[in-house]
């Protein structure tokens, strides 16, 4: 560097450096020498970095007096206490200020980390994490390892195998062994139709050829969602689906059971052909009716050899594997209201054509083939084991659908119950389920001769059930002709309403909350009630005028009013008030009373009456219409019989139930516990029964007559003469008889409930007629050898309401048939009527058009005569017509000679 640039040399004597100097004593090098010096050019920019003492740090360089400026050296730092520091002690000879200690010893995990201040400690270095990322990648590789070499390639023939469940009479005897038998013939890939195995390519993993066998997202869903407790979900692969089926002996929902199906499905990707895999898949995959694998699905559901089967049926099958309980166009799975024949026709049908236009997407099948198969394939009922003729079938069903609708409390659900090896005692009694069905047959070969009157005797169908008042066990069912021919159990849900045996609720509900403003006056309080006496009046007028309970006549939302028919168009009571207690109108089943008690007490309380009896919500339809109280919902057989059970028993409801226990090899799995809940005190339920004892001795009900025996009973008969019941008990047993025609054909769509006039060679069916014989007979031989019982006495209950006058006198009951004058156009009144979707929860059921015929009439009557035991009324017209009874009006007569209503 030249000379002229350099600063001038500073003196070397006096001053706290020369001190310094001094007293540390010579040193060696640049660094010794004082700053100026050497007259460096970094002296011209005076830096004021100086050592502690006030003397100036000695550089090299720009650069070196840059780097001490950033390491923090220098004149600003010069009272920190730090080492190197005057406070803090030497640094030692020759070292600058703000060095740092010495490092410790070293660590193999240096976390948190030495020498770091702030959060700098606490962030890793990224040695620490590349190298926990390679250790658990690592071990991630030696446990899939071990899995891998530890699992084995399943075999389907060995493992996915089933027991028969065992099922017994209630007095122990066994019934029947089956239901849990595996129904599986193993054929090969060249047995299987193309179209099958694109079929489920196509619905269930259109990459099934290319994949590795495993889906890893949806086995994170399944694996987190196990963990989380969450529901279980199944392998999503073909593949995974096959590892699956072929490990019926481990069925378990773990994450270990998983993780295990996981490396078996990787290793069967990696080691099984493709074909193999398509192959078990098909052979042990569930199709419903008790079939596994193709071959027995084939001719479970279309009676061929799966070889045969062409691309519809093979669509259709692959819907089957979805769920056939949502699937099966049988139907039949009575625990769950959703998974009836037209529901599940209706999903089977959409699965299938949504399978056919994905197997046309993806190349799997012509199009113009594809456009043959648009309509449901021509399969076959399910019944096929002889085994389960007669009424064995519909008891076993019945037994397996009361175990799966209460898994919760028998621990056994559908797949359990599917794999078999349980020992179910039922509550059927043998002898009762034989002289159920005796009374039917007799009553089926004496009367009911299709051949002879083919236009009305053809699908007449019967149904029946029998409940012990003291328990809720279910002692009998009728559920049609036979279970392998008849598939449907008319002893549970058919869609056949009530009618008039629905009245005994409507009383019972008055007795227990009482009516509303009985002197119709507007200004008393709604909750204001009167308990009525069965000598409580009400009108038994025809075609009486329907009132709010504060005297206001009931309208619809059209503003129309409701005029009430009784059965035959008769007027019951002595003009011009024509009223009538309610003793003599359950009696005479008197329509006009109970529909204004109905009113009087509130249809919810109606209602909540017979919910509290035991029938279901569900099977309660048009709850705000005034006809809901004579019968347009449709309660099954079973839960009639139990409701009535509620009565027989002083008011202590008990759930019908028929299972009494369930064992395995392991021990007892399941014990019925008897539940009891008061519905109704003593005093209203025992005054229920007496009114209905009235019907029996000398009512409508004077057919189901047991000498010597008290009984309590109602007839019912619905709207154009569909349905007709009798619904009795005696203290030691409730038994319900239904009788309809119903065209059973499962192939036709939209079916419909038929007339039954002039069936059995009577003008009109009624409940006093073959549904009271049936229930006599079969009553008679069930109780034979017990020891006849009384009803309790019932307690005085409530006080004489009156109800409020008619309006206008009508004509009696002889005048009835001869038409009445048409209304003026103000006066035009019309009976409302309840929607389709209220008054038919199943739409194959109804009539077209049905759900407008079950509400009152108009002024002029019905067109079929009124109804009969105080069932449904037709539907109205907006003015007046003729009355077309069809020369019903004497009612229950018929061969039985019962009295009207």
């Not at 609708?405 to 119950?417: A, M, N, R």
């Not at 007490?601 to 219409?625: Q, R």
Request: proline share 5%.
């Amino acid at each position: 560097m030249s000379e002229h640039r350099r600063k001038p040399p500073q003196p070397q004597g006096g001053g706290r450096a020369a001190t310094r100097r001094g007293q540390s004593g010579p040193s060696s090098g640049r660094r010794a020498a004082p700053r100026g010096a050497t007259g460096s050019l970094s002296d011209s920019y005076g830096s004021d970095s100086y050592e502690p003492d006030g003397a100036e740090s000695s550089y090299g360089s720009r650069a070196e007096a840059r780097r001490a400026a950033q390491r923090g050296g220098g004149r600003r730092r010069v009272a920190d206490n730090g080492p190197g520091s005057r406070q803090g002690g030497s640094a030692g000879p020759g070292r600058g200020r703000g060095r740092a200690t010495a490092p410790g010893k070293k660590r193999l995990i240096d976390y948190p980390r030495f020498g770091k201040d702030g959060w700098r400690r606490w962030m890793p270095s990224w040695k620490l994490v590349s190298g926990l990322c390679i250790g658990f990648v690592g071990s991630l590789v030696v446990v899939a390892g071990v899995g891998y070499a530890m699992v084995s390639v399943p075999n389907v023939a060995d493992t996915a195998t089933a027991q028969n469940n065992v099922y017994y009479w209630s007095d122990g005897s066994q019934m029947v062994a089956t239901g849990g038998e595996t129904n599986r013939q193993i054929i090969n890939l060249s047995q299987i139709p193309k179209a099958m195995q694109y079929a489920v390519i196509s619905q269930e993993n259109k990459t099934f050829y290319t994949d590795s066998g495993i889906d890893p997202k949806g086995i994170a869903r399944a694996v987190l969602n196990m963990a989380s407790g969450g529901q279980t979900q199944g392998g999503s692969t073909i593949t995974q689906q096959y590892v699956k089926n072929a490990r019926l002996d481990d069925q378990s929902q773990t994450v270990t059971r998983k993780f295990k199906e996981i490396f078996i499905s990787i290793k069967v990707g990696a080691t099984v052909k493709k074909d193999d895999i398509m192959a078990g898949y098909l052979n042990s995959a569930y199709y419903g009716r008790n079939a596994y694998g193709i071959q027995a699905a084939a001719r479970a559901y279309f009676n061929k050899d799966a070889i045969k089967l062409d691309p519809g049926e093979c669509a259709f099958l692959a819907a089957m594997l979805k769920g056939a309980t949502y699937y099966d166009p049988a139907g039949g799975v009575t625990y769950d209201t959703t998974a009836t024949a037209d529901a599940n026709s209706k999903r089977a049908l959409r699965q299938m054509q949504d399978t056919l236009d994905k197997m046309v997407e993806y190349g799997h099948l012509d199009p113009k083939v594809r456009a043959q198969y648009t309509r449901m394939p021509d399969w076959k009922n399910p019944r096929s084991n002889t085994q389960l003729g007669g009424q064995v079938g519909y008891l076993v069903d019945l037994a397996n659908s009361y175990l799966v609708t209460h898994s919760d409390e028998t621990g056994i659900t559908q797949k359990k119950l599917t794999q078999g090896g349980y020992s179910i005692r039922t509550t059927f009694d043998k002898n009762k389920v034989k002289a159920l069905q005796a009374a039917v047959s007799k009553v089926q070969k004496a009367s009911i001769k299709p051949k002879e009157r083919p236009e009305t005797d053809t699908h007449v169908q019967f149904g029946g059930a029998s409940v012990d008042p003291a328990t809720g066990a279910i002692k009998a069912i009728y559920g049609g002709e036979d279970a392998t021919k008849h598939f449907t159990d008319n002893a549970d849900t058919t869609g056949a309403q009530v009618g008039s045996t629905f009245k005994p609720f409507v009383l019972a509900a008055a007795m227990k909350w009482g009516v509303r403003d009985p002197k119709g006056l507007a200004s008393q309080a709604q909750d204001e009630r009167t308990i009525p006496s069965p000598k409580s009046l009400f009108s038994g007028q025809n075609k009486l005028k329907i009132k709010e309970y504060n005297g206001e006549v009931w309208k619809n939302e059209k503003g129309e009013e409701w005029l009430q028919t009784n059965d035959g168009n008769a007027s019951y009571g002595a003009a011009p008030k024509y009223q009538i207690d309610l003793r003599e109108a359950m009696r005479e089943s008197v329509n006009s009373a109970f529909v204004q008690l109905g009113m009087d007490v509130g249809l919810d309380k109606v209602k909540e009456s017979a919910m509290d009896a035991g029938l279901l919500e569900s099977s309660l339809t048009g709850t705000s219409f005034p006809s809901f109280s004579i019968g347009i919902s449709d309660p099954s057989a079973i839960r009639m019989a139990g409701a009535y059970a509620t009565f027989a028993a002083s008011g202590q409801q008990r759930s019908p139930y028929s299972v009494q226990s369930v064992t395995s090899k392991d021990g007892p799995v399941y014990t019925h516990k008897v539940k009891s809940e008061e519905a109704f005190t003593p005093a209203v339920a025992d005054n229920v029964t007496d009114v209905l004892k009235t019907v029996v001795e000398k009512g409508t009900g004077t057919n189901a007559q047991l000498p010597g025996r008290d009984v309590a009973g109602k007839t019912g008969t619905t709207d154009g003469n569909k349905s007709a019941w009798f619904v009795g008990y005696t203290p030691q047993l409730s038994t319900s008889i239904t009788m309809f025609r119903y065209d059973d054909d499962e192939t036709k769509k939209n079916r419909t409930f038929l007339e039954m006039y002039g069936t059995g060679g009577q003008k009109k069916i009624h409940g006093a007629s073959f549904p009271a014989q049936i229930w006599h007979d079969y009553m008679a031989e069930a109780l034979k050898g017990e020891e006849a019982e009384k009803f309790p006495t019932p307690e005085p209950i409530g006080e004489v309401v009156n109800a409020a006058p008619s309006p206008s006198p009508t004509p009696s009951a002889t005048e009835s048939e001869e038409a009445s004058p048409s209304p003026t156009p103000s006066e035009t009144l019309t009976s409302p009527s309840p929607s389709a979707s209220e008054t038919c929860r199943f739409t194959r059921l109804c009539n077209n058009g049905n759900g407008g015929n079950n509400g009152g009439t108009t002024d002029a009557g019905t067109t079929d005569g009124g109804t009969t035991d105080g069932g449904v009324t037709s539907s109205p017209t907006a003015t007046d017509t003729a009355d077309t009874s069809r020369g019903n009006a004497n009612g229950n007569g018929g061969i039985f000679g019962g009295s009207t209503g």
